[in-house]
């Protein structure tokens, strides 16, 4: 945890470096900081139904973006200007991936025309009834997060009753 601490007050650059440092010098280091970021993004919404989904779409998306821009990409063209340019349109895919990852349930859906309705509600009551808690065996780190999340809402709760009681008594 203070690791992450130290980590967050770096800028946003020099994260990066270090995290690239990391991989150089502990190519090994990689599955452990791809599973902390995969579990940030699935925090991040919930560590519920809705947060996986959008892990795994952003995670498409983004494999999908940098694989096409690979493919796109002219090498003979000047590789400086190249990378400059993959980046810039990397990081812009990224924040429209992000977006689109939002809509997860959409895109199912869509994808899925009627039946679509059908999985997500299935794919949801098979993820709360069963894989939950081996999800949470596996990553304990989401269990804490739903707990605060629930503290949280019940603490909201608490607050809304009593402002409520406090306008009935005036």
């Known amino acids: 945890m203070a690791r992450q601490d130290a ?15 990391q991989i150089r010098s502990q190519p090994s280091s990689v599955v452990t900081l791809l599973r902390g ?20 779409t952003f995670v498409v998306f983004e494999i999908r973006s940098f694989v096409d821009d690979l493919v796109s990409s002219n ?10 340019e993959f980046l810039f ?10 977006i689109m990852a939002l809509l997860w349930p ?7 025309g009627a039946w679509g309705i059908v999985v997500l509600i299935g794919g949801y009551l098979l993820f709360e009834r069963g894989l939950r808690p081996l999800v949470e065996s596996w ?11 629930e503290q949280k ?7 809304k009753r009593i402002k409520k009681a ?5």
């Open 7 to 21: 980590d967050k007050k770096l800028g946003f650059l020099a994260r990066k470096v270090h995290v690239a440092q």
């Open 37 to 56: 970021w995969m579990l940030g993004l699935w925090q991040a919404k919930g560590a519920g139904f809705y947060g996986l989904g959008f892990a795994v």
């Open 75 to 84: 090498v003979a063209s000047g590789l400086a200007k190249q990378g400059m």
């Open 89 to 98: 349109r990397f990081g812009v895919d990224s924040i429209v991936n992000g």
């Open 106 to 112: 959409l895109q199912l859906i869509n994808h899925f």
């Open 139 to 149: 990553f304990p780190e989401l269990g804490e997060t739903r707990a605060f999340i």
């Open 153 to 159: 809402k019940r603490q909201k709760k608490e607050e």
């Open 166 to 170: 406090r306008r009935k008594d005036r």
